[in-house]
């Protein structure tokens, strides 16, 4: 499996290239910090999806960058992540490269519940498993953090020509595997310069809390 960062938003509410921006703690920018929650659950390397502008500063990374634009067509999530799975034909962990308070602890429960399906459909047969993802009590389906399969391109890519570009939809309910997602504010992600501000007054509150209870 592979980890795969999607950082090729256009990022027009956070008035900047959000994946640039730096967190207190010296993780580094945002894909920095993303590729270091990912690196510990897979064993075949990391890429990061990614506009044709981010090109030059993503190359020092030492990952493998994967343009979402290579049709012309405006970046978007389901469009980066088909273009990662045409090119790795692998299963991909995928997040988004704006959660500041997310965990490798977390991410891992994803990891274990895929591990898990496979095993017990490979003894019991059932639908081809898809999706690996979190699910809230309201139903909603957090689809940018989870397991995308190699098996489900053909399915994303026929929503992506259909022009539906939520992946939520673009999977077969059957070939879900849901686990409840857990409490606390491992899924805020930022969006606007003040949600960066909340979160590194924050992160470095929890710091200042933690170093003075060593």
Do not use: H
Not at 87 to 104: E, G
């Amino acid at each position: 499996m592979k980890g795969l960062v999607l950082a090729g938003g256009r990022s027009s509410r956070f008035g900047s290239d959000k994946s640039r921006a730096v967190l207190p703690g010296g993780t580094g920018d945002m894909v920095d910090f993303s590729i270091g929650l990912l690196a510990p659950l897979v064993d075949e390397g990391i890429a990061v999806s990614c506009r044709r502008d981010q090109l030059a500063y993503l190359k020092e990374k030492g990952v493998v960058l994967i343009p979402d634009e290579d049709d012309g067509g405006q970046p978007t999530p389901l469009r980066g992540l088909v273009a990662a799975l045409r090119k790795t034909r692998s299963a991909l962990l995928v997040i988004p490269c704006d959660l500041p308070f997310m965990t490798s602890d977390v991410l891992a429960l994803l990891v274990r519940a895929r591990n898990e399906t496979l095993k017990k459909r490979e003894r019991n047969g059932g639908p081809a498993l898809l999706r690996t993802t979190f699910v809230d009590e309201k139903g909603f389906l957090e689809s940018l953090i989870g397991i995308y399969e190699a098996a489900c391109l053909p399915r994303l890519e026929e929503a992506l020509s259909l022009g539906r570009l939520g992946i939520w939809s673009a999977l077969p309910s059957e070939g879900n595997r849901l686990i409840p997602r857990p409490e606390g504010s491992f899924f805020l992600n930022m969006n606007t310069p003040q949600e960066y501000e909340r979160a590194v007054a924050l992160l470095t509150k929890q710091a200042t809390a933690s170093a003075s209870s060593c």
